[in-house]
């Protein structure tokens, strides 16, 4: 009996694959329990910016498989860019497959029209001082792997976990400003251009709300990430939902024995060769 959650469309953002901050295990297991019809990634799935040839663990490479496998079993994969995978906006509008490259996303649902982007294009810092950006993306990897490990103590002496980088975005001004800033960028444009939604990733804050001016009114989301909100939209009947794995519990599952028994050098075989036709 195949227990998994059938959802119309999924949208993942900001996992940073090759890095110390990504939570791949937990993605997988996320992956696992869901069959989309069509799944969005929202960029910054793969780090480029900060790879690393001797960082991609196993389950990092499961993730990627575990993609590979709903496009095979006929997901549309949506692939949009971000800026720490920009490297692949010279490949918009590639087709492999159900697998589709691309700097935007326009939907039609049920009477409804979306907008996905990463939501980069918004950021002074990246367009004007990119390696800036880039030492604060390392710094960032760096303050969650402290993190990870100040909660685990945390956690051994009973104590609920801490998040410094919310800590700070919840208490500095400026990056207060910047988020609402942000929020009200894009749902200014989704306004101003008829959009139903605008749905982001980019500043790992997830939520969904509505966003009003004197033009009209849209909803904006944002999908978060899977380095320590853990969180995803699912679109299904005529709705959108936040999901978060921290607080809603997975259903049981028939996990992917493919993916469980594959090696390390199985894992590369199958993402990196491609069958002739």
Known sequence: MNLKRKLDI???SDVHLGTYGCNAKKLLNYLNSIEPKHLVLNGDIIDIWQFKKRYFPKAHLKVIKKIMNFSAN???VSYVTGNH???LRKFTDTEIGNITIVNKL???LDGKKAWIFHGDVFDV???KAKWIAKLGGWGYDMLIVLNRWINWYLQKRGKERYSFSQKIKNN???AVKYIGDFEKTASDLAIENGY???ICGHIHQPTIKVKSNSKGSTTYLNSGDWVENFTALEYRLKRWKLYNYTNNKLIPFIPDEELKDMNTKDL???ITIVEQP
């Open 196 to 198: 139903d939604y605008v």
């Open 268 to 270: 590369i075989a199958a």
């Open 10 to 12: 999924v949208v993942i």
């Open 85 to 87: 995978d920009e490297m």
């Open 172 to 174: 500095v001004k400026s």
């Open 74 to 76: 006929g997901t549309k």
């Open 106 to 108: 326009l939907l039609e």
């Open 125 to 127: 810092s990246i367009q």
